[in-house]
């Protein structure tokens, strides 16, 4: 296991097997979207996964469109980004063809991930990338992974969900 998803694993933040499955999405070149508000692990488990990224595939941290037109990148890199259109920079970055992203959805960079996905596809057809939705939340005082969802498009366009189970 990753030591950075291990200290994760360790602060009962993430189960183990969530951090195996997270690292194989990461190994697959997999898109990650973290959602939840920020005192929920969202900032924390975004870094480590952007850092595992870094050490396995070529990388750009975005700070821009003009970011999204780098060739030869297997991941994108996108921080919450104050001062843009976060929607529109996270939906060119689903369009993007053959590479995948890493981001956050939270209260101050909202938008709909479903109605994005869906906007793109009729854009440009593309059903070949894999969405990880994870979900963060408060469970008592502790921030936890509380939920993993695998979202994908069939061949007619329609969002296909499967939630990870242990």
Known sequence: MNPMLKKLVDQGFMTESQSKYLE?????????????HKGWGILPLMATLMGIAKTKHKTLQVKG??????????????PGISNIDF???????????????????????PYSIFKLLREVFKENGDTSKVYQVLECAKIGDDPKLVKITQVTLNEKGRLVKEDFEE
Do not use: Q, W
């Open 24 to 36: 194989g999405a990461i190994d697959r070149k997999e898109s990650i979207i973290v959602s939840g």
């Open 87 to 109: 929607e529109k920079l996270i939906k060119e970055a689903m369009a993007v063809t053959n590479v995948s992203f890493i981001s956050i959805k939270d209260p101050d960079h």
């Open 65 to 78: 469109f003009d970011d999204l037109k780098t060739e030869d990148i297997d991941y994108f890199l996108i």
